[in-house]
C-alpha cells in the first residue's frame, strides 16, 4: 500500500468541475458511492488525498467481492449495506466494465467520456446516459 499511495499522491487527478458536481449532488440528497477495481484501503486513501471522503456513503473494493467488474458484485454488496432501490440508482463509469457492471445489477447506467480511455469503446456498451463533463450528471 505505501508504494501504490505515492505513486496515486502524486498522479490522481480531480477532473475540472468534480468537486462541483459531487457536491451538488449531495446537498440535492443523493447518496454517493465508490465501486472500484482498486482495494477498499486504496479507494479510502484515494478518497481523502482528494478531500472527497466526506462527499460518499460508503464505498467498495475490489478486495471485498468474489466476482470483478463486470460482475454486479460490488453493487449488489451497497445494495444490502444501504437498503438501495435500484430503480432510483444510476452506476457512472469510465470504462466499459463500469457500464457492464451497472447493467448486470439493474440499475441505470451513464458513461462519463472525459475519463475514458477508450471513449468509442464506451460509447459501444450503450449506457442509457453519456455525458461529456461532470457536471452534465445533474442533469440525469
Known sequence: MAEYALLEDDQVRLFPGIVKTLT???LAG?????????THPEIAHNLENLGLLDLFVDFVGADEVVNYKPASDEIDLLVKRHGLNLSESVMLGDAKYDIRMGKNAGCATCACTWG????????????DYTVDYPLEILAI
Open 24 to 26: 451538488q449532488l449531495k
Open 30 to 38: 443523493k447518496q454517493l458511492f465508490v465501486c472500484s477495481s482498486k
Open 116 to 127: 475514458a480511455f477508450d471513449p468509442a469503446s464506451l460509447k459501444k456498451e450503450k449506457a
